[in-house]
């Protein structure tokens, strides 16, 4: 399985950026697909999942400026960001969690950098 994020790069705070992931290989129907994220010197946390039903959840200090979507047929699931701020900079990673087959999957990591 491998999945291939895109997005991220320099914006300034209360920019917007988009960032993409897409799963490929063998993976069920059932997945869930995520964001995670990783600042300088700290561990990583969840920024957002999304069920294949369209149930989402966020990190309260994301809420109501990001947003998880997923194309189920492609495998595809995408985090708006939105409002950025300078405490959003980070690595973003790409998760999927095969609930069938007990497996995790990590992307290559993407940096975020809000600055001005």
């Known amino acids: 399985v491998q999945l291939q994020a895109s997005g991220g790069g320099l914006v300034q705070p209360g920019g917007s950026l988009s960032l993409s992931c897409a799963a490929s290989g063998s993976i069920s129907g059932s997945i869930v697909m995520g964001w995670y994220r990783q600042a300088p010197e700290a561990q990583r946390e969840l920024v957002a999942t999304i069920a294949r039903g369209g149930t989402t959840n966020y990190a309260d200090s994301v809420k109501g400026r990001f947003t998880i979507s997923r194309d189920n047929a492609k495998n595809t699931v995408w985090l708006q960001m939105n409002n950025l701020k300078p405490e959003d900079t980070a690595v973003y990673y790409c998760?999927?969690?095969?609930?069938?087959?007990?497996?995790?999957?990590w992307g290559q990591g993407t940096l975020v950098t809000v600055s001005s």
């Open positions: 998760n999927v969690r095969d609930l069938l087959r007990y497996r995790t999957y």
